[in-house]
């Protein structure tokens, strides 16, 4: 057997006299697979996978016919308390609630996992994770080196997010951001071509291929780069008496045709009077460019499956081939025929057992993991899991930007993944890799795990205020106080979104049931502690 208590297990505990129970706790929640059994002779593993098979859509048959043609095995689909907690991290960056885990593992209809999907697309929480998302990629931040301001940003954010509110298409929402004009207080949507290191035409393009394209043009050939530069040559930005207000706008002063160079090679002329940007984004959306759909479905599924069809999700190149080109094409003419609908897109891939698969590998490899033979586990990003943190305690956090005058401070209610401007931030996001928006690559927001974060998680009196003054934990111990079957079962619901095993309720009951009083209530915040810092609350899995 493989131990796989490396993805699933805890750190090293805090008080010795109690490390023998919280160790034997651990083991008990690790995860133990056979890593090379044949796939005809694998069980599913309680309580993260499931014995009922999904049938297979498109997709799936695209992903299975080319894993079986390398004979890499695949596991079962992941268990109903993994999936909701699964779906709803990846589509709205939120832990489900005790309630809604109970409500959701005693429903029997056989579509109820195609139903849970659709109504978290249309919640509003969805719309505030997918604006986080665009924004780190958009460049939302106010201060240096964006330099884009606090009046523009409130604007530039509140447009993105009813972008996401309303489902935009796609290609409607890339026009806006590359071709129009006026004022960035007015027509929010020209701070993206404010949002950008230096206002040099080549600054403009390079942004715009790497947010549209996932492409890096410093790596293009000298004339497509310079080619394309030109459609953003005769931008102008012109400053109004209002205090960091510009009009983004055409030149007016060049006359004569521009002509320039479309990144497939071709000429693109503009007559005189018009904005090349109109032409490039006409080019960029039309249904037959290979370019904006491949870029948007291959981040999208980044996003939901931890890493690209072309890794990493913003550097498609020739030499950086898709690790499923039959897949990628599938997903990119769904998209186009769907008229770049980002929901029905996100629909297909979290409907599919692809992504409804256990995250335990049967083939431990890295081809099993770029192939997406099991959903791969990842740490939560800052955000997610600061708010993660906040919502188990009931308590709030402190975010503030401190440039420019007047100092930014927020209301503790204020959410992290509801934070518009990358320059409002906290030490826990800043230590946790919260992306800082300076580039709009995928690569700023860091997921790894460091040895500060695990002593912050470990020994900060942050992480022990919450678990002890936190009203929600304080709720479960005076609903079940005396009752360390109660205890047990609303703290594993309320931290891993699941009920414990058999074997992990047997041991902490039998660890509970001896105490009253104080020492009961300091082991019921010891669990507490203990399951926040396994990795399976830690990471998505």
């Not at 059994?37 to 069980?43: D, G, N, R, T």
């Not at 007016?252 to 990144?263: E, F, H, I, R």
């Amino acid at each position: 057997m493989h131990n796989f208590f490396h993805r699933f297990g805890f750190p090293p505990l805090r008080k010795t006299g109690r490390v023998q129970f919280l160790m034997s706790l651990a083991r008990i929640i690790c995860l133990a697979v056979a890593s090379t059994a044949p796939a005809a002779e694998l069980q599913c593993i309680e309580p993260f996978e499931s014995a009922t098979e999904a049938p297979a859509t498109t997709l799936d048959r695209l992903v299975e016919d080319r894993l079986g043609k390398l004979g890499i095995a695949i596991g079962p689909v992941c268990s109903d308390a993994v999936f909701l907690r699964r779906a709803r991290i990846d589509l709205t960056g939120t832990l489900p609630d005790a309630d809604e885990v109970r409500a959701f593992l005693s429903d029997r209809h056989p579509t109820k996992r195609a139903a849970r999907i659709d109504l978290l697309l249309e919640s509003p929480e969805h719309a505030d994770y997918m604006a986080m998302k665009w924004g780190d990629v958009l460049r939302i931040k106010a201060e240096f080196p964006i330099n884009l301001w606090p009046n523009a940003v409130q604007a530039y954010y509140r447009w993105l997010h009813d972008a996401m509110a309303s489902n935009l298409s796609h290609d409607q929402l890339a026009r806006d951001l590359i071709a129009s004009s006026g004022s960035n207080f007015r027509v929010p949507q020209v701070n993206f071509m404010r949002a950008v290191q230096g206002r040099a035409p080549s600054s403009l393009a390079a942004a715009t291929a790497l947010t549209f394209m996932g492409s890096r043009i410093e790596r293009w050939p000298a004339d497509r780069s310079t080619g394309m530069a030109k459609f953003f040559s005769r931008l102008s930005y012109k400053p109004t008496a209002e205090w960091k207000e510009e009009i983004v706008c055409l030149d007016p002063a060049p006359v004569g045709p521009l002509v320039a160079m479309l990144p497939d090679g071709r000429s693109g002329r503009v007559e005189d009077g018009r904005d090349p940007r109109e032409v490039f984004a006409n080019w960029l959306v039309a249904p037959g460019n290979p370019w904006f759909a491949r870029a948007t479905v291959n981040r999208l599924w980044s996003w939901m499956m931890g890493r690209g069809i072309v890794h990493e999700p913003d550097d498609l190149r020739p030499d950086n081939p898709p690790s499923n080109p039959q897949l990628l094409g599938f997903l990119e003419q769904e998209f186009v025929a769907s008229g770049f609908d980002r929901r029905k897109l996100l629909r297909t891939i979290l409907n599919s057992r692809t992504y409804q698969r256990s995250s335990i590998p049967r083939t431990p490899s890295s081809e099993a993991e770029s192939l997406f033979a099991f959903y791969p586990v990842r740490r939560l990003e800052a955000e997610v899991l600061v708010d993660a943190l906040c919502h188990l305690s009931d308590s709030g956090e402190s975010y503030s930007s401190q440039a420019p005058e007047p100092y930014t401070f927020l209301p503790a209610t204020q959410t992290a993944v509801n934070l518009g401007d990358g320059s409002i931030s906290s030490s826990f996001l800043e230590l946790f890799g919260r992306p800082p928006r300076d580039t709009g690559l995928e690569s700023e927001r860091n997921n790894g795990w460091s040895d500060g974060q695990s002593l912050h998680m470990l020994n900060s009196t942050h992480v022990q205020t919450k678990i002890r003054n936190g009203t929600r934990l304080r709720k479960v111990w005076e609903k079940n106080a005396g009752k360390p079957g109660g205890l047990v079962t609303g703290l594993y619901l309320a931290i891993l979104s699941r009920p414990p095993t058999v074997s992990e309720a047997t041991t902490t009951e039998e660890y509970l049931r001896p105490l009253s009083g104080r020492n009961m209530k300091s082991s019921f915040e010891d669990l507490a502690w203990a399951l926040i810092n396994s990795k399976e609350f830690l990471y998505r899995h």
